[in-house]
């Protein structure tokens, strides 16, 4: 089993910035990529970054240039900086990983609990 715990989400400023993180801990062998998505209320979840285990990077174009996101991979951890905030980045934070565990024949997705973000003044 994986678990993955996701921190860093909260209220801020037009302009401002954040940072999230997300842990994965449990029956890991390897990590093949770890991503953030987001949800905002009456919309569907969306792809806000991924980073790949070859280092391989890919944002959405509504954040590209504002957020970064990057790893530790001795950590199992990724992060979500987030800079220049806008009021329409308010939306809940996942985290997605797709691991293959110890004794296991195939990679599987897991997801974090979400993290809110709120972006107003």
């Known amino acids: 089993q994986v678990q993955l715990v996701e921190s860093g989400g909260g209220l801020v400023q037009p302009g401002g910035s954040l940072r999230l993180s997300c842990a994965a801990s449990?029956?890991?062998?390897?990590?093949?990529?770890m991503a953030w998505f987001r949800q905002a209320p009456e919309k569907e979840r969306e792809l806000v970054a991924r980073?790949?285990?070859?280092?391989?990077?890919n944002y959405a174009d509504s954040v590209k240039g504002r957020f970064t996101i990057s790893e530790d991979n001795a950590k199992n951890t990724v992060y979500l900086q987030m800079n220049t905030l806008k009021p329409v980045d308010t939306a809940v934070y996942y985290c997605?990983?797709?691991?293959?565990?110890?004794?296991?024949?195939?990679?599987?997705?897991?997801w974090g609990q979400g993290t809110q973000v709120t972006v107003s003044s």
């Open positions: 449990g029956n890991i062998f390897n990590i093949n990529t």
């Open positions: 997605n990983a797709n691991i293959i565990g110890y004794g296991t024949s195939a990679y599987h997705t897991y």
């Open positions: 980073i790949t285990s070859t280092g391989n990077i």
